[in-house]
């Protein structure tokens, strides 16, 4: 038998995999959230699709942390 796994994940280090993403390509700054969550699965950031409006959170976040002025 085979077990259904959850597609959407809780992801722990979420805010800490975004600033990794932001500081290892620069380029991802810009993107929109439904872009970042596929980038967090695809280069292995994540195990699985995490929520956008968590994405979206931890994106504002981390924008803030490289431009404090562009955050306020």
């Known amino acids: 038998?085979?077990?259904?796994?959850?597609?959407?994940?809780?992801?722990?280090?979420l805010l800490?995999?975004?600033r990794a993403?932001?500081?290892?390509?620069?380029?991802t700054r810009y993107r929109?959230?439904?872009e970042i969550q596929h980038l967090l699965f695809s280069l292995a950031y994540s195990n699985g699709l995490v929520p956008e409006a968590e994405i979206a959170a931890a994106v504002e976040v981390?924008?803030?942390d490289f431009d404090p002025e562009?955050?306020?």
Request: hydrophobic share 40%; aromatic share 6%.
């Open 21 to 27: 993403l932001y500081s290892r390509r620069p380029e």
């Open 70 to 72: 562009g955050a306020a």
């Open 16 to 18: 800490a995999s975004v």
């Open 1 to 13: 038998m085979i077990r259904d796994t959850a597609i959407v994940t809780h992801e722990p280090d």
């Open 62 to 64: 981390a924008r803030g």
């Open 32 to 34: 929109e959230a439904w």
